[in-house]
């Protein structure tokens, strides 16, 4: 167990809809990534969040958001499903938000989108 | 950030220490090198960091040249549990958010 909790760990849905992957940060934590896992595509950075603000932003799609919480925890939203979204997304954080000394992932959520 | 040349795959025997080498020729000053590994679809988890001394710890060690250009991340008695995919990333200190994993290195011990 990293410490870093991601729900649910596994998501099927159609197209079109919306869908909330939640993450907890490892205690202590201050900072969220999530990042997006396609047979494709390999890791690809989405979104970074610091103590409740947004940090750093990657490859994230209109149609996805997110947010970091007062008592830290995250969620990414991801609205009007396609195929292509079918993915593991990752949830990972660090005590500060440069990650300098790495971060821990959670188990990710496997999500299927038919 | 500068890009990582790794192997696609290696394989190792059980007990034997394995050697996964890192392309970085277009390193820069204030990058550090990050090493985490994958097994099969869990999150990935990290091993090791460094500038440009070597570091170890009780995952691992890892060498980096002194032109800084390459390094190897040393596993120095693999298991059967090692079997993963290995991914080097260099990165600045503030750029955490934009760690490129790249494809990786697979990574098979076997017994």
């Known amino acids: 167990d990293s410490g870093v909790t991601q729900t649910p760990k596994h998501l099927i849905t159609a197209t079109g809809q919306r869908v909330t992957l939640r993450c907890s940060p490892r205690?202590?934590?201050?900072?969220v990534y999530w990042y997006q896992q396609s047979l494709d595509q390999g890791l690809q950075f989405l979104i970074q969040?610091?103590?409740?603000?947004?940090?750093a932003k990657g490859n994230i799609l209109e149609r996805f958001s997110a947010q970091q919480f007062p008592d830290l925890h995250s969620e990414l939203n991801l609205s009007s499903l396609e195929l292509g979204d079918s993915a593991l997304y990752f949830c990972a954080s660090s005590v500060e938000g440069r990650g300098i000394y790495g971060y821990t992932f959670g188990s990710g959520t496997r999500l299927t989108v038919v | 950030d500068a890009k990582t040349t790794q192997p696609t795959s290696m394989d190792c025997a059980e007990g034997r220490a394995a050697n996964l080498p890192c392309n970085h020729s277009?390193?820069?000053?204030?990058?550090?090198v990050y090493w985490y590994r994958q097994i099969h679809s869990q999150g990935p988890q990290y091993i090791i960091h460094?500038?440009?001394n070597n570091e170890t710890n009780e995952m691992a060690s890892l060498i980096i040249t002194e032109d800084r250009k390459s390094s190897t991340l040393i596993l120095p008695h693999a298991t059967l549990r090692d079997t993963a995919v290995y991914y080097c990333i260099v990165r600045v200190a503030n750029n955490a958010g934009k760690s490129t994993f790249g494809d990786g290195t697979t990574l098979t011990v076997k017994p």
């Open positions: 277009t390193i820069s000053g204030n990058e550090y």
């Open positions: 969040y610091y103590n409740g603000e947004e940090r």
């Open positions: 205690s202590g934590d201050l900072s």
């Open positions: 460094g500038l440009k």
